[in-house]
């Protein structure tokens, strides 16, 4: 009951408008030393920053580096696309040349293998004599063919299959 009077009493009332207007106080001075440290930040931002505000410089990298890990995300994904596609386009070619007929006097005739990744793709004989010039072609696949191949069309896939696939620059 005591407690309950002493609630009901005006000594009660000024001692929470005491407690409140001390809070207030204490929320006020917070304030002014919250904003005097943000001047402080901003004045040492721009000092570190030699006149620019380094705070927006390092806002504007991070937007920039954020845009960058877009693109490069996007170029990822366009590389390996283009590995996919390339590993479809003729990568590997073998040549040999030779001479079909004794009476033609040089190596005017030619089988070539042009393979891909996987080692499909074609093979063209060109056979040369004086009276004309004949180009057959056939289907490898997996470094195979249907047809029986000459010599000369063996070796040449041969070598398409066994290239190295180094490529080096010439300084």
């Known amino acids: 009951m005591v407690i309950l009077d002493f609630i009901k009493s005006d000594t009660f009332n000024l001692v929470i408008c005491g407690i409140l207007l001390i809070i207030l106080f204490m929320f006020g001075a917070l304030y002014l030393k919250l904003r005097k440290i943000n ?14 505000n380094i705070d927006e410089m390092l806002r504007q990298h991070i937007k920039k580096v954020e845009e960058v890990e877009v693109k490069n995300d996007e170029l990822e994904k366009y590389c390996n696309r ?36 996987k080692n499909n793709g074609v093979i063209l004989n060109g056979i040369y004599s004086r009276e004309m010039s004949n180009i057959y072609a056939k289907q490898v696949t997996n470094g195979q063919t249907a047809s029986k191949l000459s010599e000369e069309e063996k070796e040449a896939v041969y070598v398409a299959m066994n290239q190295t696939k180094e490529y080096k620059i010439k300084e």
């Open 39 to 52: 001047r402080n930040y901003n004045v040492f931002m721009k000092k570190v920053g030699k006149g620019e």
């Open 82 to 117: 283009l590995d996919s596609e390339i590993a479809t386009c003729i990568q590997k070619v073998g040549i040999v040349r030779y001479n079909a007929f004794k009476d033609t006097g040089s190596d005017l005739s030619f089988a070539l293998a042009l393979l891909d990744d």
